[in-house]
């Protein structure tokens, strides 16, 4: 239990509510579904491995939620045996440099600018997320409701 709240603790709330959908659609998947189409999830902390190697949108074939090293290790070894285009989605800014230099040392770079993912608190009136202009590497500048998640390729 503490291994949850500590991973809960580095991952954003939106990546939570992600996660939770993807299983939510694992679990109200059709057994021919799972069994035809080798569909599969694991959950792991706060956050999830997920695979449909036949999906056409690389969102159904990846590793996201998740922070800590232990985690991140068991949810790669798991998706390695996995077919299909699979990603690694991680959001640098809260993971623990250890997780950045063991995906690094896998030869796991960011492909491509990274996704978008846009925010806003419960609180908030407005829905739209802020805009801002381009930095060099060609992201969006991250504001209080906009920000990246780096992805690699497995």
Same mark, same amino acid.
């Given at each position: 239990?503490?291994?949850?709240?500590?991973?809960?603790?580095?991952? *954003?709330?939106?990546?939570?509510?992600?996660?939770?959908?993807?299983?939510?659609?694992?679990?109200?998947?059709?057994?021919?579904?799972?069994?035809?189409?080798?569909?599969?999830?694991?959950?792991?902390?706060?956050?999830?491995?997920?695979?449909?190697?036949?999906?056409?949108?690389?969102?159904?074939?990846?590793?996201?939620?998740?922070?800590?090293?232990?985690?991140?290790?068991?949810?790669?070894?798991?998706?390695?045996?996995?077919?299909?285009?699979?990603?690694?989605?991680?959001?640098?800014?809260?993971?623990? *440099?250890?997780?950045?230099?063991?995906?690094?040392?896998?030869?796991?770079?960011?492909?491509?600018?990274?996704?978008?993912?846009?925010?806003?608190?419960?609180?908030?009136?407005?829905?739209?997320?802020?805009?801002?202009?381009?930095?060099?590497?060609?992201?969006?500048?991250?504001?209080?409701?906009?920000?990246?998640?780096?992805?690699?390729?497995?």
């Amino acid at each position: 239990m503490d291994r949850l709240i500590s991973s809960r603790q580095l991952v *954003l709330e939106e990546d939570i509510i992600e996660v939770r959908a993807f299983i939510d659609l694992f679990m109200i998947a059709p057994q021919t579904v799972v069994d035809e189409a080798k569909f599969c999830c694991m959950q792991l902390g706060a956050g999830c491995a997920i695979s449909l190697p036949a999906a056409p949108a690389i969102g159904l074939n990846r590793i996201l939620g998740l922070a800590t090293l232990d985690d991140v290790e068991k949810a790669y070894e798991w998706m390695t045996k996995k077919t299909g285009r699979r990603y690694l989605q991680m959001n640098t800014d809260v993971v623990p *440099l250890q997780v950045l230099d063991w995906i690094r040392t896998r030869g796991l770079f960011p492909e491509g600018n990274g996704w978008a993912k846009a925010a806003t608190s419960s609180s908030s009136r407005s829905a739209r997320p802020r805009w801002r202009s381009h930095h060099p590497r060609g992201k969006y500048r991250r504001s209080r409701n906009f920000r990246f998640d780096d992805v690699c390729r497995i």
